[in-house]
């Protein structure tokens, strides 16, 4: 009998049989990073009102799991044909990891990120990763000099201070990004961050990452993302346990919110997971399996069909995409975005429309034999 993780996406939402089956049109593929001595994790983009786009991510690194993290951006004026020198937007006492960019209705830029101590079983161990295949990230022996590195960046705060400064953040910058505001804790986290609905409220489905319950959910904001409120658990799907990560939500054309999860449960392992709202996120569905691959990122276009993008982390190593016609009821076969990873380690796509239609996503992906990861980009078209 085949089990609910064998069973392919049609089986849970069938195609309209009236409707062409979408293909994505690659027009160009090329690295955007510009410091190739760092690893570079987890970005996001988004288009500005203006024209602009800003991409954030973090920045600075060693490698997939370090303490040296930082969040940085950086700007393209020319719809990604050129890209500005990275800047740092932040730099904790820890890791900063993840990191999502939102330019909300008032012309706030918002960048999130969470603060990690990941690193710390590594340097108890005295090991950092060398590269991730299928059966598990490989390690190797930290070198003298590595190891002073590391315990010189684990001593700059004690051990309360460290786990004090934990947490779920938000910077907010009112002037285009010349200057930032003290980091502001948001209740939860997810990589690609809040999104902005039609009412005006800022929305951020994401985790609860250093609370005892480990919550997933949605908090709120009503005043540009300066506080942040908890407005809502979303449930557990009968059968699962709370291994749920990694949310991003849209807000359809008819008003319906879209939230998709990260899966790690045993039926549909390494599936995204769906749940809706018809209330403004007040209550939620119990979530349901929508495809392979992991995280997601999902964007209403300028036509009101809903795109999702995200990493497929088995052979073909790459990035996927899938549209809806229908707001999030259902999903199209996939588009291949890329297909010529070497590993796992990459994914996390985001993508914005360009003026003429054309989409713009940008990944993070660890190249042969390297364990430091680098931006790319592609330019591409709905055929």
């Not at 690194?61 to 044909?81: I, L, N, Y």
């Not at 907010?172 to 039609?198: E, F, K, Y």
């Not at 609860?208 to 799907?237: F, M, N, Y």
Request: hydrophobic share 35%; with cysteine.
């Amino acid at each position: 009998m085949q089990t609910a993780a064998g069973l392919s996406c049609a089986a849970f939402f069938p195609s309209h049989s009236n409707a062409a089956t979408p293909k994505a049109r690659i027009l160009e593929t090329k690295v955007i990073s510009q410091q190739p001595e760092f690893y570079h994790g987890w970005s996001t983009v988004v288009r500005r009102r203006n024209g602009e786009l800003w991409l954030s991510w973090s920045g600075g690194r060693e490698s997939h799991v370090c303490p040296f993290g930082q969040v940085q951006a950086m700007t393209s004026r020319d719809d990604g044909k050129t890209w500005t020198w990275p800047r740092v937007l932040l730099d904790s006492a820890t890791d900063d990891r993840d990191s999502g960019v939102l330019e909300t209705a008032q012309g706030t830029l918002l960048v999130t990120t969470f603060t990690s101590l990941a690193y710390e079983s590594h340097l108890e161990k005295k090991i950092t990763y060398t590269d991730w295949k299928p059966e598990g990230w490989g390690t190797q022996a930290m070198s003298p000099e590595q190891l002073s590195k590391w315990n010189a960046v684990h001593a700059r705060l004690t051990d309360v201070e460290r786990k004090a400064d934990q947490g779920e953040w938000i910077i907010r910058s009112t002037d285009g990004g010349r200057s930032w505001s003290a980091r502001i804790p948001t209740i939860v986290n997810s990589p690609h961050g809040p999104i902005q609905l039609a009412d005006g409220r800022l929305l951020y489905a994401g985790k609860q990452l250093w609370s005892d319950s480990r919550k997933i959910g949605v908090c709120e904001s009503k005043d540009d993302g300066q506080t942040w409120q908890w407005l809502a658990e979303i449930p557990i799907r009968s059968g699962d346990k709370n291994a749920y990560h990694e949310l991003h939500a849209v807000e359809a054309a008819n008003g319906t919110i879209i939230a998709q999860i990260r899966n790690h449960n045993e039926v549909n392992k390494h599936w995204t997971l769906q749940t809706e709202s018809s209330d403004g996120g007040k209550t939620w569905s119990e979530p349901h399996a929508v495809c392979y691959g992991l995280p997601s990122h999902l964007l209403r276009l300028s036509d009101g069909r809903l795109l999702m993008t995200y990493g497929y982390r088995r052979s073909p190593f790459g990035n996927r995409a899938r549209l809806s016609t229908d707001h999030g009821k259902s999903w199209s076969d996939e588009l291949t975005l890329s297909d010529d990873g070497t590993s796992g380690d990459l994914g996390y796509p985001s993508t914005v429309e360009l003026a003429d239609s054309t989409l713009l996503t940008i990944w993070y992906e660890a190249s042969a034999g390297r364990k430091l990861a680098v931006l790319r980009q592609a330019k591409w078209r709905i055929d």
